[in-house]
């Protein structure tokens, strides 16, 4: 759900797709689905020239996206567009994601409240339904009815903070833990008990101000 391109090759970027969407029979049940995600996975300047409603099988749409890439290295050959950075500095990237925040406040397109992105005039998202719950005016990635699935063991209904199985496991270490931990006793006598005990060896101190006597007392099966 959250697999997005970048500088990949599209037949990369594809095999990774195929990969993870193992992984995600439940959420992932038809063709059109597939086309979906896999259209909204791709950037920008793909998804721009590649429209999903015109592809029947998941296939189509990948190599239209082939196509558009080969179109894509020809425009850098004959010098219309700049081959992109594939290891940019980190101080590159601040410097891009600080100017894309100040385009987006300043003269930017609002962001769409259907599709999150923002865009001038309608989206065309708008009367598309959602591939999940079939209504329109939202998105797979903002459905209501979006089912959760947990990445520790691929159930779904919960997340991997909250799955049973981490939350049982870390319960018996814990508790583990604490069988390891032995408790402090403490034994106090006062004098006339101690001079009646037999099992007692007592010391004998006169008190600095109101002359009591203190007895320190330990019994002796603890020495």
């Known amino acids: 759900m959250q697999l997005r391109h970048k500088n990949e090759t599209i037949d990369k970027i594809t095999a990774t797709f195929m990969d993870k969407m193992k992984f995600c029979d439940d959420l992932v049940t038809n063709e059109e689905q597939r086309i979906y995600y896999y259209h909204n996975m791709l950037s920008a300047e793909y998804r721009e020239f590649i429209t999903p409603s015109k592809y029947e099988t998941l296939t189509e749409i990948i190599n239209a ?56 005039g309608e989206c065309h998202y708008k009367d598309k339904p959602c591939p999940i719950c079939k209504k329109t005016g939202h998105i797979a990635l903002s459905c209501p009815e979006k089912v959760t699935v947990c990445y520790n063991c691929y159930r779904t209904g919960h997340k991997k903070a909250e799955c049973p199985e981490l939350v049982e496991k870390k319960g018996g270490q814990e508790q583990k833990g604490e069988a390891h931990k032995a408790k402090a006793r403490s034994f106090q006598l006062t004098a006339a008990e101690a001079k009646i005990e037999p099992d007692v060896v007592s010391g004998k101190e006169a008190g600095a101000s109101s002359g009591q006597t203190g007895v320190d007392a330990r019994l002796k099966g603890s020495l």
């Open 65 to 120: 996206a082939r196509e558009r890439e080969i179109e894509l290295k020809k425009s850098i050959e004959r010098g219309e567009r700049r081959a992109p950075d594939v290891n940019p500095s980190p101080t590159k990237k601040a410097r891009t994601s600080e100017s894309s925040k100040k385009s987006d406040t300043k003269g930017g397109s609002p962001s769409c409240k259907i599709c999150g992105k923002g865009h001038k």
